[in-house]
């Protein structure tokens, strides 16, 4: 058995002793894994490649952008298992495209050449070329082409809407949906899951969006349903795509449309209701209420951390984006912090570090079968974005140099501990309050417990397998990843 520490201490990815973990008594907490209950199936854990990520990796020297791939993607790195991408482009764009901006059903213009001219194809081809690199790839459109919505446009922030599919376009769309899968596995990259539209509540009109009711949705799914099957492709359909609060009635409002859930593999979820909430009800709900649908976290990130004014900017004398004590200080503030009501209920000021741990851990311990963050890597000004909808990322980039953020420490550390295959198992016992955790075994045999303790003091917990026990103290504001290996492994 060993063990693994991501902490605000400093510690990346530590190789840890367990004599150094070892409690002055033994603990009154027991966390019993059950290896006789297991839960949910892997599918994968990682990060999103935009062509803001492509841009901003432009900028760095070709030795140190192939390093950070192979950081990132290798199998000695945190060999992510599962990417996201965006169809066409996104707030996370230098502009606004489509493949085929031309209105013609046939979709005879239909290519993929702008993101070939852009660099966001080489950059997803350069990760895939990673030696060692395996991840399933998730593609997402914000919108359809302007030409087959109602408003005719991408978004339209002034009527704060992103406008609807014409019904008389579903076909058409679906059909260039397909046609992206078939473009993009002839360039060597198959696409395992697609969303039927990224946000289907919109969002305001801020940037490229359509929105799409539970209905509208249950009646366009078997439409892409059929446009894939007939082209012989078998990419995955995860419906909704948004935030967890409310996900069950949208899911019950698509899958209880006997011709849509024939094609449905699962439902994708994102976290920006809250900066502290994992949301477990909805999860468990859902997870109830559909029991043999995926449910894969496709997005979140740290957002809205460049509005801070300029002593806290991206060109502050003081770099703090540079500083790995602010990811797990409480100091961060999301969109909801401006526009919420009462922002201290679910946007209060939060630990960034603190926020991806406490979701990766306790989403998994609820049913999640895949994470995903959003952006692999940025700027330092959190871009490029061409709405001003800045954000940070699990690398930032300044010129030359990549700053590589403790919030890939910790998704890399959970990454290369949880891979596809792994079933998650059921564990017992009450956790004490700023605790989280789950279990797991992964397809080698090795069984992995993570503990993510979000207080400012150790907690001493035993954690017990079948007839083994193992007493540790966490440490405070620390990821800790045990790991006992099967017999004849080390």
Partial sequence: MHAVLTSAAGDHQREIALADLAPDSPPATVITVRADRPRQTIVGVGTSLTQASAVALSTLPAAE??????????????????????????????????????????????????????GHLDLLLDAHRVPGAQFRLIASPWTAPPWMKDNGRYFEREARRGGCLLPAHYDTFARYTARYVEAMASEGLPVWGLTPVNEPHGNQGAWESMEMSPAAQAAYVPVLGRALRDRGLDAQILIYDQN??????????????????????????HWYDSTFRVYEDELDRLHAAWPDRLIVQTEGCIDNVFKRGEDKGPDAATPWWRDDGWYWRKVATDWGWDWAPDPEVDHPPYAAAFRYARDLVGGLAHWLSGWLDWNLALTRRGGPNHVENYCLAPILVDGADAYVTPLFHVLAQISRHTRPGAVVLAHEGPLPAGLWAVALRNPDGREVVHLFNETEHPIDVSIEWGARRCPLRCPSAGLLTLVLAPPGHP
């Fill in 244 to 269: 967890r609060a409310g996900v069950v009635e949208y899911a019950d409002g698509v899958l209880s449309d006997e011709a849509a859930q024939a094609h449905v593999a699962g439902v994708a979820v």
């Fill in 65 to 118: 952008r192939a390093r950070i791939l192979a950081l990132a993607f290798g199998p000695e790195g945190a060999g992510f298992s599962m990417v996201r991408t965006h169809i066409a482009s996104c707030d996370f764009s230098t502009h606004s495209y489509t493949y085929a901006p031309q209105a013609d059903p046939s979709l005879a213009g239909f290519s993929l050449d702008v993101d070939r001219a852009n």
